[in-house]
């Protein structure tokens, strides 16, 4: 009983850990929304933010060269953002 445990288990996080490489992001910086008040301002991260943030994060190299996104990203504030949400800032 035990060994078939482990072997469900084993298959269950097997599964997992396929079903997020085949799940692309898509990028859209509309999805940071909730992180506008904490990069304008000095008001803390809410969780909806930080969860976008780390959801978008494969997206962000993509949006400092954008000039028209450059200037809300690259900031102190949004990399303080990302900081405290525990989501380095990107080296493009």
């Excluded at 035990?2 to 799940?23: D, N, P």
């Excluded at 994060?57 to 200037?71: A, D, G, R, V």
Aim: net charge positive; aromatic share 6%.
């Amino acid at each position: 009983m035990k060994a078939s445990y482990v072997a469900i288990c084993t298959l269950f996080v097997l599964l997992l850990g396929e079903a997020q490489v085949t799940m692309a992001v898509t990028c859209n910086p509309t999805q940071l929304s909730p992180c506008v008040g904490a990069i304008t301002s000095s008001s803390p991260p809410s969780s909806a933010c930080c969860s976008k943030i780390k959801e978008q994060k494969p997206c962000l190299c993509q949006y400092l060269k954008n000039p028209n996104l450059k200037k809300f990203i690259n900031t102190p504030n949004a990399r303080k953002v990302a900081s405290t949400c525990g989501t380095p800032f990107p080296k493009c």
